[in-house]
C-alpha cells in the first residue's frame, strides 16, 4: 500500500527554537493534512491543504503542499513547552481511498 | 464544542471474547472513518461510512472485524474472537463532506490479555 516518509523520527530543540518536519510519498497526493496527538488522545487537525504549492498557516505553525504533489513540510517557529508532542502528516493519494494514509510521525522533544 | 466522542476509553478483555466500540461523530457529518493504531505507528485506515453506507474496507479489515452505521449518525465496531494482535488504539473520524479534513475521537484503547 501507500506509504509516507516523515522525517525526523524525533528531534530535541531548546525552547524558542524554530523546527521543521516534512513528509515524501511516492506517488502524488490530492491531499495533506498535519495533525499532532498527546499521548492517550486522539490526533488534532493542524492545517489541512488541497492544492499544490498552498502555504496555510496557524498561528506559529506553517505548512506548505509541494509542487510535485508528493511531498509536505510542517514548520514551528519560537516552539514553547506544549508544542511538545508526536505529529503526523497524513494524505490521500490520487485515485487512492478515502481513508487518509499515515507517516510514523515525528516525535518533538522541548528541553527547557 | 461537541467532538467526535468514543466509548468506552479502555477495553480490557481475554483473549477470544468479542467486544463492541462506538463512535458518536460530530453533527451532521456524513463521513464517519475508523482507524487503528499500533505503538509508535500512524493510524492505520480500516473502513469507512457515507451516511449509512460503508463504502470501503482496508484490507487490514479481517472477516473478524464488521462495522455499522445503521441510522448513518452513531457507529459501532465489533471484532469477534479477539486475538492478542487486535491490541490497538482504535480510532474514529468524522468530517462533513468528500475530501473534506477529518476530525478525530480520543479513542478507544483495546488490550487483550
Known amino acids: 500500500g501507500q506509504q509516507l516518509n516523515q522525517s525526523p523520527q524525533s528531534m530535541f530543540i531548546q525552547e524558542g527554537e524554530d523546527v521543521s518536519m516534512n513528509c515524501t510519498s511516492s506517488s502524488i497526493f490530492n491531499t495533506w493534512l498535519w495533525y499532532k496527538q498527546d499521548p492517550g488522545e486522539g490526533p488534532v487537525l493542524l492545517i489541512a491543504l488541497y492544492k499544490a504549492g498552498e502555504l496555510t498557516s496557524n498561528g506559529r505553525l506553517t505548512a506548505q503542499f509541494g509542487i510535485t504533489r508528493k511531498d509536505s513540510f510542517l514548520n514551528i517557529s519560537a516552539s514553547i513547552p506544549s508544542d511538545v508532542g508526536i505529529y503526523f502528516c497524513?494524505?490521500?493519494?490520487?485515485?487512492?481511498?478515502?481513508?487518509?494514509?499515515f507517516g510514523k510521525g515525528t516525535h518533538l522533544i522541548i528541553q527547557p | 464544542d461537541t467532538g467526535v466522542s468514543q466509548d468506552p476509553r479502555h477495553k480490557i478483555t481475554k483473549r477470544g471474547q468479542n467486544v463492541t466500540f462506538r463512535c458518536d461523530p460530530i453533527?451532521?457529518?456524513?463521513?464517519l472513518y475508523w482507524y487503528r493504531q499500533t505503538l509508535g505507528q500512524g493510524p492505520e485506515f480500516l473502513t469507512y461510512?457515507?451516511?449509512?453506507?460503508?463504502?470501503?474496507k482496508s484490507r487490514l479489515l479481517s472477516d473478524r472485524f464488521s462495522a455499522e452505521r445503521p441510522k448513518g449518525s452513531f457507529s459501532t465496531l465489533e471484532i469477534q474472537r479477539t486475538e492478542q494482535g487486535d491490541s490497538a488504539m482504535y480510532l474514529c473520524?468524522?468530517?462533513?463532506?468528500?475530501?473534506?479534513?477529518?476530525?478525530f475521537g480520543d479513542g478507544t484503547r483495546l488490550s487483550i490479555l
Open positions: 473520524a468524522s468530517s462533513l463532506q468528500d475530501l473534506g479534513p477529518q476530525h
Open positions: 461510512f457515507q451516511n449509512e453506507a460503508q463504502l470501503e
Open positions: 453533527s451532521e457529518h456524513n463521513r
Open positions: 497524513a494524505g490521500r493519494p490520487v485515485g487512492g481511498a478515502d481513508g487518509l494514509t
